[in-house]
T-cell receptor, first 112, second 113 residues
Framework: GQNIDQPTEMTATEGAIVQINCTYQTSGFNGLFWYQQHAGEAPTFLSYNVLDGLEEKGRFSSFLSRSKGYSYLLLKELQMKDSASYLC?????????????FGAGTRLAVHP | SAVISQKPSRDICQRGTSLTIQCQVDSQVTMMFWYRQQPGQSLTLIATANQGSEATYESGFVIDKFPISRPNLTFSTLTVSNMSPEDSSIYLCSFDRAGETQYFGPGTRLLVL
């Protein structure tokens, strides 16, 4: 079956670093996405990993290990505006087309 | 980056009625997707819409309840039929570009009374 797990909630302090983990078990794999979603808004794309290793983009980095079915999103120098839900999604190509399967999301609260 | 819009942005509807949500992309795309996000939850894929063919529905979603149209490469509609309060949700469309990023529309917030 399809299963994507991530912590429900996390808290962190402004200026700190936080790591949000995601583990997945899917029938197919064609990349892993991280999205940020502020309350009442649509998800916005943060990062995409299809090969093992670390992808860095400013304050955000994402890591993937396909053999372990594991990814993490690393947020550095946290700001109050980073308080949001972070969604891990796996692209599954089975069925002849790509579709995204989302985890339940991790609600991050950044406090002063 | 691509622009994707949805109409209406929000609506309040009576049970038993139907609502059609429109999704417009500013360039031609092959695949468009419709998701539902119920309060406090993550996104669930309803169906995938390919231009010129019938939509492909995920388990738990049926065409009679969520008919979809895809008349051309820039536009799609999702209808929520015979609504009940359980259909209160955010409905989002998206598309997949160049096999990498999937872009999401701003969403349609639906409340069924």
């Amino acid at each position: 079956g399809q299963n994507i797990d991530q912590p429900t909630e996390m808290t962190a302090t402004e200026g700190a670093i936080v790591q949000i983990n995601c583990t997945y078990q899917t029938s197919g794999f064609n990349g892993l996405f991280w999205y940020q979603q502020h309350a009442g808004e649509a998800p916005t794309f943060l990062s995409y990993n299809v090969l093992d290793g670390l992808e860095e983009k400013g304050r955000f980095s994402s890591f993937l290990s396909r053999s372990k079915g594991y990814s993490y999103l690393l947020l550095k120098e946290l700001q109050m505006k980073d308080s949001a839900s972070y969604l891990c999604a796996v692209r599954d190509p089975n069925g002849g087309y790509n579709k995204l399967i989302f985890g339940a999301g991790t609600r991050l609260a950044v406090h002063p | 980056s691509a622009v994707i819009s949805q109409k209406p942005s929000r609506d309040i509807c009576q049970r038993g009625t139907s609502l059609t949500i429109q999704c417009q992309v500013d360039s031609q795309v092959t695949m468009m997707f419709w998701y539902r996000q119920q309060p406090g939850q993550s996104l669930t894929l309803i169906a995938t819409a390919n231009q010129g063919s019938e939509a492909t529905y995920e388990s738990g979603f049926v065409i009679d309840k969520f008919p979809i149209s895809r008349p051309n490469l820039t536009f799609s509609t999702l209808t929520v039929s015979n609504m009940s309060p359980e259909d209160s949700s955010i409905y989002l469309c998206s598309f997949d570009r160049a096999g990498e990023t999937q872009y999401f529309g701003p969403g349609t917030r639906l409340l069924v009374l």
